[in-house]
C-alpha cells in the first residue's frame, strides 16, 4: 500500500481504514527508530572491552557524535514524533497491537517523550487503556520507562527491538 499519510491535521474528511492506520504507524515507528539505532550502535561501541586498545582521540570523537545526535537529531525527532502520535491518539484513538492487530511497537514513541509532554501522555495512556486501545503491557511499558513501576513488564510478544524488523522493512518499501 503506497498510502503514508504523515499530517493528521482537517485535511483528512473521514477516518482512515485499519489499513491505513497502520501504514501511518509503520511511518511514524520507522520515523522513531532510525536514529534511535544509530544511537544504540555508537553505545555499543563504547562497551567494546579495555583489552582492545583505542585511541582516547577515537573514543572523545565518538562522545562527541553521539552528543550531537541526540541534541542536534534525536531531541527534536523525539519530539515531532510525540507531537505526531498525540495529535493521531486524540483524533482516531491509540494505534495498539492488540487494538488493530498489528506488531509494531508504536508505544515507544511515548518512551521516547520528553519529560514536559509526560504528564499530558500519562493521562492519555490511562484514557486509552480504559477505552480497551491500549494494553496493559504498553502502558506498564511506557510507565517503567517514565520511573513509575520498578520492574519492567514482561514482553507478551517475542520482538527484539535491536535487530531489523519486518515493519521497519516494510516503512521502507512504502517510502518508494
Known sequence: MAFIFLSF????????????????IKQLYYDDQKYQRILAMLEEYECIPDSV???????KKTQLAK???FKEILKPSDKKNTKRL????KKYGFPGMDYLDHD???YLVFVHAEKEDR???MSLISKEYKAGRMSEFEMNYILWNYGFKD???SIPHPINYR?????????LENKK
Open 9 to 24: 491535521g482537517s485535511c483528512m474528511d473521514k477516518e482512515p481504514t485499519r489499513e491505513e492506520k497502520i501504514s501511518i
Open 163 to 171: 535487530k531489523d524488523l519486518e515493519i521497519l522493512k516494510g516503512a
Open 104 to 106: 509494531v511497537p508504536i
Open 86 to 89: 498525540i495529535d493521531f491518539t
Open 53 to 59: 586498545s583505542l585511541p582516547i582521540a577515537l573514543d
Open 119 to 121: 504528564k499530558k501522555i
Open 67 to 69: 552528543k550531537i545526535i
Open 151 to 153: 520492574d519492567p513488564p
